[in-house]
């Protein structure tokens, strides 16, 4: 598809510059510029702008896409209809990258194509359960709920990320401290008392050598330990780029105690919301399945999700194959067996989702609860350990002198 910045002339003979049109090639641009009742002046081809950093590919957050929903979801339910309302969407945006996505969505949409083929077309940039649930709505005729479950769906989901951004960010700011307190005090201070001791000519004991020597790499090879960390960390990263390496750090997370119990609850949030959420738009149990899959997150868990998923198809009901698998809290296969009876799958696992959501909160607050005294203990052992190191053979000098 290209673009052409044509000069055309409407069947009043009124000359129109800048008439801006996407189509395959020349050929097509003339048949439907006459099908408008315009004729071709002149043309010029626009070249195609990098929407962002990186190249032509959009990237919108969570965040971004809870946003978009919510207020075309306000006025889908208000009766506008959906092309005045990526209209006024796309003139009304400040982000760049958000108002590029809009854009593409409102010619498409007004070109005539359904929202969801739309969608379809930038699978780079809107996530599969998005799309889904657009087709699942516009089949039902029910496109303004769909995109208000969206809107909600996504919503929590950002809710969710600030929860575990905001608990880490504590222990995160008290490990950076620890390290900028232990590299002042190594590089800065003891220098200082290595010279007074040199000069006094003390006997060294064993824990100052040790904390010396640590000065003296630290000093004299700082860079190479940069290169050395950096190195491990992109090693870690390509490791966890790798499909084995992802499974295995998602493995070492369930059997960690406390933290196996928050990725589990976790897990279980994110399956069974989107799951409502699928399922309540009008999508079959095993298309449903195939995306809440995918937005759990752990590979272990999502493994094992799988197994059921194929246990399904093979006729077996939703609560019985999850227990099989034993992957998620044995409350979430209860709870869907009770829905399973009673008809009311949807709002079984939206219960479900909602008490795993204050679960996974309070899992968080007990975890940090946990780290918080235990980074400052360790934080407090080094620094006094160093501590001390520097003050011993102070004690042995004044311990001579006085003897």
Request: proline share 3%; net charge positive.
């Amino acid at each position: 598809m290209q673009e052409y910045n044509c000069t055309v002339k409407g069947i009043d003979g009124k000359t129109i510059n800048n008439y801006k049109l996407k189509t395959e090639d020349e050929s097509s641009l003339i048949a439907q510029l006459k099908s408008s009742g315009l004729y071709l002046v002149r043309y010029e081809v626009v070249e195609a702008k990098k929407d962002i950093v990186g190249g032509n590919k959009l990237k919108l957050s969570s965040k971004d896409i809870s946003v978009l929903c919510r207020q075309l979801a306000s006025m889908l339910t208000s009766g506008v209809t959906l092309v005045k309302a990526l209209n006024i969407l796309y003139l009304q945006m400040e982000k760049k990258n958000i108002k590029e996505a809009v854009k593409r969505l409102y010619e498409a949409v007004q070109k005539g194509e359904q929202f969801s083929e739309a969608l379809r077309k930038q699978t780079n940039v809107y996530p599969e359960l998005m799309i889904s649930m657009v087709e699942a709505g516009e089949g039902s005729g029910r496109l303004d709920s769909v995109i208000e479950k969206l809107a909600a769906h996504y919503e929590k989901d950002v809710k969710l990320k600030a929860k575990i951004k905001t608990a880490l960010t504590y222990p995160i700011i008290l490990v950076v401290l620890c390290i900028a307190v232990v590299i002042i005090l190594v590089t800065q201070v003891l220098p200082i008392f290595i010279g007074m001791f040199n000069e006094a000519g003390a006997e060294l004991p064993l824990p100052t050598k040790m904390v010396m020597g640590f000065s003296q790499v630290l000093t004299g090879y700082w860079y190479l330990i940069i290169l050395f960390s950096v190195i491990i960390a992109l090693g870690f990263k390509v490791y966890l780029g790798t499909e084995a390496g992802l499974k295995n750090w998602h493995r070492l997370l369930l059997k960690i105690p406390v933290v196996n119990k928050t990725m589990t609850k976790l897990a279980a949030v994110r399956f069974t919301s989107t799951l409502s959420t699928l399922l309540s738009s009008g999508l079959n149990l095993l298309a449903s399945l195939d995306i809440s899959i995918k937005v759990v997150g752990n590979r272990v868990v999502m493994e094992g999700l799988n197994i059921s998923k194929e246990d399904i198809r093979k006729g077996m009901p939703l609560s019985q194959s999850l227990r099989k698998v034993n992957v998620l809290p044995p409350m979430v296969y209860s709870m869907i067996g009770i829905g399973e009876e009673s008809g009311s799958i949807e709002k079984m696992l939206e219960k479900c989702a909602e008490y795993y959501d204050n679960e996974v909160d309070n899992s968080i607050t007990k975890l940090v609860s946990m780290i918080e005294p235990l980074l400052i203990i360790v934080m407090a052992v080094v620094v006094g350990f160093i501590v001390i190191a520097m003050m011993m053979p102070i004690f042995d000098i004044y311990g001579t002198v006085g003897g």
